[in-house]
Every structure is written in C-alpha cells, then in structure tokens.
C-alpha cells in the first residue's frame, strides 16, 4: 500500500557562492497519487521533474511544504522502510561492483539473495533481452542500455511499494523501449505497485500513464488522462506540447465580437471577450480539411512527409508568411510547389487568451 501526497512543496536551488541568481525548481506542488496508481510527470527539459523525483525519494529537502507516505510525513519513516525502488537518469552504479552484487545488495542484507533471480527473471521480460549475462561485469564494461537494464534489476529486487523511474529506458533501442513500456506496465499492476515516471515524450507517456501530469517551470499545468489533455486542454502550452504533428496556432484579434484572422477568416468565440483582445486559435492539423475546388483558402506545399504507421500525408504549407501542419491522407497527390485549398473546422478549434495563454471555454 503506498499513496504519495504533496502538499504545497516548494524547492529552489541556491549557489553557494552566491553568484548566481537562485533557481526555483518546484513552486506550490500538490498531488495526491494513489496506491496501484501509474503517474507519468511530463514536461520539457528542465521545468523540475527530477527534482520531485528525488524530494519524493527523500533525496531532496523541500524548503517548504509536505511529502505524505500513506499520509505519514516522509521523514518519520526510516529509510529501509521506504519500500522505494528508483531508476536514476543518469544510473548510478558502484563502478567497482560487478551488476550481481549491485541488483543483490538489498536482498543479500536481508539473507535473501536467493530471491534475487526471480527479480532478474522479471526485468529480463521487462526489457526483453536475457540480463543474466551481464550480471557478472563491471559498469565499465556495460553500455548504456546494459547499464539501465541493471539498474531496473536492481529497483525491482526489493521489497518494493513504489518505483520512481527517471527517464529509464532512454538508452534502450526503440524496439526494446515499446515493449518494455507494456510490460512495465503490467507487472506494476500484477504486484500492485505505485510507479511515478518521468519523461519529456509524450508518446512514452500515454503508454505508461494512467493520468499525466503536465510540468511546466516547476508547476502543475494539467493533469489527466492522455486523451482529456489532448482533446480538452486548459492551455496553449498543454495544446502545443501533446498532439503529433504538433497543432497549428494562429494569432487573431477579437472584431464586431468574434475572432478576426484577417485573411484566414474570421471564427465565433466560445465566450464574449472585448474588440481589441489578442486571442490565438489552436487547430489541429487533423482538422483542416483539403477541398478540390478554390473555395477554400489556398496556401503552398512546401514538403510532404508520410508517416506509414499512423497512416497519413503531413503536409507543411505556408499561407502567406505563415506556416500550417495539415493531415491529408496517405495517397494523397501532393508534391512541394503545389496549391492547395483548406477550409478550417472551427468547430474543433480552441481559442486561448494571447496574454496568459489561459484557454478561453
Ligand atoms: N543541484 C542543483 N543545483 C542547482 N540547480 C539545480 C540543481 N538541480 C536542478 N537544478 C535546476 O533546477 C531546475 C529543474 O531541474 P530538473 O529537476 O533537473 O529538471 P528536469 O528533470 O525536468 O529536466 C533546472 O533549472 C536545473 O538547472
Ligand atoms: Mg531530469
């Protein structure tokens, strides 16, 4: 049984020569996890997802606020009962330990190393390659993908409530990394384990997650299911950072109460807001639609890329100085240099204050 609670945790990071202006890495965190519960932490590079990472590890002190364990504050429970299992970005390993007696160590303490190759076993499905071998080499002689399977081997033997993964499987071949998302997946929920995850794709992060939270300079953006922060986001952030090929966004004023493109028309507003106002309109390229005749408005093939897997032409247009992202289908006819004609679905649009970038509903 393991629930995480967060409340108001905040974390900056202070030169010690006092040099360099202070960093705030976490500011105003809260977040209930509950037990069993898979939660991704997304964000870009560096807005704190190893931070909170390591303040939920204990490896890190917030300067302010509560990390709750089954609603115990953190600190007042001993570090061997932490029941913590953690895969680091950057792996650590005892570089003069052979993996063997890395993955061991906590078992061996406990005179229960004959329980360690069951964990093998199970991190062998995990990243789908047979680990055993490697379990009697030193760091130096592991590449990066080796060195990131023994440290999952070594998160999983353990007694363990909970797995704090960094990044972990950055450095497996893609064919590798897929699958071992499904299969960490299950095995999180065949042990009934509480698995915090963090990553900066998406894509990684729909797979493993069953609710995501968005970072974004060290605070809470959104948080839900992929498919609710996809389809229904709180932000321009949140609407830019999900969605392959990334949405189209179009800057606009508010004229006679609805939104002015100039050129690219004009589109009614989900809610009044003044003449004046500066509002962008968020489109998906799946939501402007290819027309055959010249009713639609017309803007330049500059490259196509087809994406087999998913099924469909990207096209990147340019309508004036403008770029678009438009879906078109796979055997689409289109080449650089031609015209062709769009017509917007402004019934899938999202409009978005310019200022605060606060989706306008
Ligand atoms: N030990 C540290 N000392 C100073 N600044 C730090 C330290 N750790 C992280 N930071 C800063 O805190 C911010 C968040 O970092 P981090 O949590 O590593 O982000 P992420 O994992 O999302 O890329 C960054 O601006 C980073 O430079
Ligand atoms: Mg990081």
Redo the contacts with the bound molecule.
């Keep these: 049984m393991r629930t995480i609670t967060l409340k108001d945790v905040s974390k900056t990071?202070y030169?010690k020569s006092r040099k360099l202006t202070p960093?705030l890495?976490i500011k105003d965190f809260n977040l209930r996890i509950e037990n069993g519960e898979a939660v991704v932490l997304l964000?870009?590079?560096?807005?704190?997802?190893?931070?909170?990472l390591?303040l939920i590890a204990g490896l890190e002190q917030p300067d302010s606020g509560l990390i709750l364990y089954n609603d115990i504050p953190l600190d007042e429970i001993r570090v061997e009962d932490r029941g913590i299992g953690m895969v680091f970005?950057n792996y650590v390993l005892i570089p003069h330990w052979e993996s063997r007696k890395t993955v061991g160590f906590f078992l061996r303490l406990r005179d229960r190393e004959d329980e360690v190759p069951a964990h093998v076993q199970t991190v062998a499905k995990i990243t789908g390659v047979d680990i055993e071998s490697l379990m009697g080499r030193f760091p130096r002689h592991l590449s990066g993908g080796e060195k990131q399977r023994v440290s999952i081997a070594r998160a999983f033997a353990r007694d363990l409530e909970l797995l704090l993964f960094?990044e972990p499987f950055a450095n497996l071949d893609a064919k590798f990394r897929a699958k071992a998302r499904v299969e960490l997946k299950r095995l999180i929920q065949e042990f009934n384990v509480t698995l915090i995850y963090?990553t900066?794709d998406q894509v990684e992060a729909m797979s493993v997650a069953d609710r995501i939270v968005v970072?974004n300079a060290?605070r809470i953006i959104q948080a839900g299911a992929y498919a609710a922060l996809h389809d229904d986001p709180d932000s321009l952030f949140v609407a830019e950072f999900l969605g392959t090929p990334t949405i189209n966004s179009f800057w606009g004023r508010v004229s006679n109460g609805e939104w002015d493109g100039s050129y690219m028309g004009r589109a009614p507003l989900p809610r009044y807001r003044p003449d004046g106002a500066e509002v962008i309109v968020g489109l998906r390229p799946e939501h402007i639609r290819l027309c055959d005749d010249d009713s639609g408005i017309p803007a330049a093939v500059e490259r196509v890329t087809p994406y087999y897997a998913e099924k469909f032409l990207l096209l990147e247009v340019w309508l004036r100085k403008r770029r678009w992202r438009i879906q078109a289908p796979l055997d689409a006819p289109f080449e650089p240099g031609y015209t062709v004609y769009c017509k917007l679905d402004w019934s899938r649009a999202f409009f978005f204050d310019a200022s605060t970038g606060e989706r306008i509903r």
């Design positions: 990071f030169d960093v890495a964000g870009p590079s560096g807005c704190g997802k190893t931070t909170l390591r970005q960094d963090v900066h970072i060290g």
